[in-house]
């Protein structure tokens, strides 16, 4: 699975997890209810920008490390 795939099958769980639509995540994140849907389905290539804003309002962190070999 494709890490942008990875990202969005977080987003989408945490987000069922906390009870929130993506119309209500995408109100709180500033974002447009078409851009998650497609970030939450694998359909986008996200800016870190709305990455930032959905993590923020899921609680969620976004870091970055070194692959494994």
């Given at each position: 699975?494709?890490a942008?795939e990875?990202?969005?099958k977080?987003?989408q769980k945490?987000?069922?997890?906390?009870?929130?639509t993506?119309?209500q995540?995408?109100?709180?994140a500033?974002?447009?209810i078409i851009?998650?849907?497609?970030?939450?389905?694998g359909?986008?290539?996200?800016?870190?920008?709305?990455?930032?804003?959905i993590?923020?309002?899921?609680?969620?962190e976004?870091?970055?490390?070194?692959?494994?070999?």
């Amino acid at each position: 699975m494709e890490a942008i795939e990875q990202i969005g099958k977080i987003i989408q769980k945490r987000r069922d997890h906390m009870s929130i639509t993506q119309e209500q995540l995408a109100e709180m994140a500033d974002i447009g209810i078409i851009t998650l849907y497609k970030i939450e389905t694998g359909q986008a290539n996200p800016t870190l920008q709305s990455l930032q804003k959905i993590t923020d309002v899921l609680g969620l962190e976004l870091t970055l490390q070194v692959k494994k070999i």
